[in-house]
């Protein structure tokens, strides 16, 4: 059982017990879509109180308690996540650069222990900080986080399995030494964060780059092994994408802005696969900083309504609707379409 969870300060009802956990259970399998609805919503305001009640009927003789059980785990879980992206989104605190990705992977494993994951990265940061004692050049400094990252601990880029969602998963990537652009360069600016080196994320159009903090015109390709590149390179680079360069594409960006481009790689992926229960869950954790963003607005609705969870997918079209139409860029007709469906449905 896991143990970070935290309380949301939401009104609970009475003190839960093992009667009335059961009965919330059974309710969330109710033909009726109202009953269903009210049970989840009084299970998510008791919230962390039933996790030790819902872990006890985790091997109930009822097949139907034990799903919904995982089902109403599930829930609190996601709540809770969503909750800390909302505590993050508003916190002046300093945190460590991989603090966003720690909770992406905890998304997805829920008995995840973080610590774990941040002695390995401090192990190996530690390891870097001897090899590199007595380094006064940036660069020298970077020759050597290379040889450290890619010769003697294996990180390379995943060329085989680019849209594997465990490419976006720390504790997969540091076990199986391989990930996409993004995270394997999280994992790159981590170590050298512990280490002493100033380096910046850079957010570039179809493929992320690191770059020195003390020249503009160097820049490092942590997917393919590490190589040099130039401003000029990576604005070639762009061009064989069909991205018209801009300098801006070249600037550094935030932890936040990491952590949200990780969340959308990560719903392409499972959109690939053809898992919307999935896609749909990032898409919420991409809403908690992106509230009003069209594409993603819509895509949560797309996937509500296929879902059949109609109210979720209405309110997403009153957010759109409240958007100007110019900022939209959704069509129109594609908005009507939706809307349509959930009449239908509804009716």
């Given at each position: 059982?896991?143990?970070?969870?935290?309380?949301?300060?939401?009104?609970?009802?009475?003190?839960?017990?093992?009667?009335?956990?059961?009965?919330?259970?059974q309710s969330i399998s109710s033909p009726q879509p109202s009953k269903?609805?009210?049970?989840?919503?009084?299970?998510?305001?008791?919230?962390?109180?039933?996790?030790?009640?819902?872990?006890?009927?985790?091997?109930?003789?009822?097949?139907?308690?034990?799903?919904?059980?995982?089902?109403?785990?599930?829930?609190?879980?996601?709540?809770?996540?969503?909750?800390?992206?909302?505590?993050?989104?508003?916190?002046?605190?300093?945190?460590?650069?991989?603090?966003?990705?720690?909770?992406?992977?905890?998304?997805?494993?829920?008995?995840?222990?973080?610590?774990?994951?941040?002695?390995?990265?401090?192990?190996?940061?530690?390891?870097?900080?001897?090899?590199?004692?007595?380094?006064?050049?940036?660069?020298?400094?970077?020759?050597?986080?290379?040889?450290?990252?890619?010769?003697?601990?294996?990180?390379?880029?995943?060329?085989?399995?680019?849209?594997?969602?465990?490419?976006?998963?720390?504790?997969?990537?540091?076990?199986?030494?391989?990930?996409?652009?993004?995270?394997?360069?999280?994992?790159?600016?981590?170590?050298?964060?512990?280490?002493?080196?100033?380096?910046?994320?850079?957010?570039?159009?179809?493929?992320?780059?690191?770059?020195?903090?003390?020249?503009?015109?160097?820049?490092?390709?942590?997917?393919?092994?590490?190589?040099?590149?130039?401003?000029?390179?990576?604005?070639?680079?762009?061009?064989?994408?069909?991205?018209?360069?801009?300098?801006?594409?070249?600037?550094?960006?935030?932890?936040?802005?990491?952590?949200?481009?990780?969340?959308?790689?990560?719903?392409a992926s499972y959109h690939r696969l053809e898992q919307p229960t999935?896609?749909?869950?990032?898409?919420?954790?991409?809403?908690?900083?992106?509230?009003?963003?069209?594409?993603?607005?819509?895509?949560?609705?797309?996937?509500?309504?296929?879902?059949?969870?109609?109210?979720?997918?209405?309110?997403?079209?009153?957010?759109?609707?409240?958007?100007?139409?110019?900022?939209?860029?959704?069509?129109?007709?594609?908005?009507?379409?939706?809307?349509?469906?959930?009449?239908?449905?509804?009716?």
């Open positions: 059982m896991t143990t970070w969870y935290k309380k949301t300060g939401t009104m609970r009802p009475m003190k839960p017990n093992e009667e009335m956990v059961k009965g919330l259970l269903r609805l009210k049970a989840k919503q009084l299970i998510l305001a008791l919230g962390d109180e039933i996790l030790g009640i819902l872990d006890g009927f985790s091997d109930h003789n009822e097949s139907g308690i034990r799903q919904s059980a995982a089902r109403a785990f599930i829930w609190i879980h996601e709540q809770n996540v969503l909750e800390r992206w909302r505590d993050y989104r508003v916190s002046t605190q300093r945190h460590c650069i991989e603090f966003g990705a720690l909770l992406i992977a905890q998304a997805e494993y829920p008995s995840l222990d973080t610590e774990v994951i941040s002695r390995e990265l401090d192990s190996m940061g530690a390891e870097l900080r001897r090899r590199v004692d007595g380094i006064s050049s940036p660069v020298d400094f970077v020759h050597a986080l290379n040889e450290h990252f890619f010769c003697e601990l294996g990180f390379s880029g995943n060329t085989e399995d680019y849209y594997e969602p465990r490419n976006s998963f720390l504790p997969d990537i540091l076990e199986r030494r391989t990930g996409i652009p993004i995270t394997l360069s999280l994992i790159y600016l981590a170590l050298a964060e512990r280490a002493g080196l100033k380096l910046h994320g850079i957010g570039m159009p179809g493929h992320f780059m690191v770059r020195l903090a003390e020249d503009a015109d160097f820049f490092i390709d942590v997917f393919h092994g590490g190589r040099f590149l130039t401003r000029q390179d990576c604005a070639d680079m762009m061009r064989t994408f069909r991205i018209e360069y801009s300098p801006q594409h070249l600037s550094p960006i935030s932890s936040r802005d990491i952590y949200i481009r990780m969340l959308r790689n990560l719903v999935k896609a749909k869950f990032v898409l919420e954790q991409v809403l908690v900083f992106e509230s009003t963003s069209p594409v993603e607005r819509y895509m949560h609705a797309s996937i509500c309504a296929e879902m059949g969870e109609t109210d979720a997918a209405i309110e997403d079209l009153r957010v759109l609707q409240s958007i100007p139409e110019h900022a939209r860029l959704i069509p129109h007709n594609q908005l009507v379409q939706l809307a349509t469906r959930l009449i239908a449905r509804n009716n």
